[in-house]
């Protein structure tokens, strides 16, 4: 009976642990945001094109949709301008190949023709694996309370 149970703890325990480690296609997929965000950041026209599907899909907080030539446009243009992106509380979830990817996003935005604006969101992505690379596929941000 004794081994029965120390084989039961040791078996929940590794069930346990296993769910805090990160597969290696979450971890592709945190690196892919975070090169994303520094892209906006930079406004980095050929990183941008890169990390983003040609399907992509861009829905702001404010209700516009972008594809991905709008999206590369208004970010190079300085139309879109964001000068610091936070992240927190980020989740991924993958599936085959495909990944769903939520987080908070802390900001400010310098847009043209604007004053500077800090900016609170929380953001939904999907990002797809094609050919042994993750692409945002799609986008949408939704304003949180300041």
Partial sequence: MMKKTLFAAALLLLTSLSSFAQSADE???????????????????????????????????????????????ALTSGESHFTKIDLSDQTISVSGDLAIVRHKLIGDTHNKGKDPAPVKLGVFYVWQKTKGTWLLLGRQAFKLPM
Avoid: C, Q, W
């Fill in 27 to 73: 971890k592709a997929v945190g690196n892919a945001v975070e090169k994303l965000k520094n892209a906006i950041i930079a406004a980095d026209a050929p990183a941008l094109d890169k990390l983003t599907s040609p399907l992509l899909s861009y829905g702001h907080s404010n209700g516009l949709l972008e594809d991905k030539k709008e999206f590369i446009r």
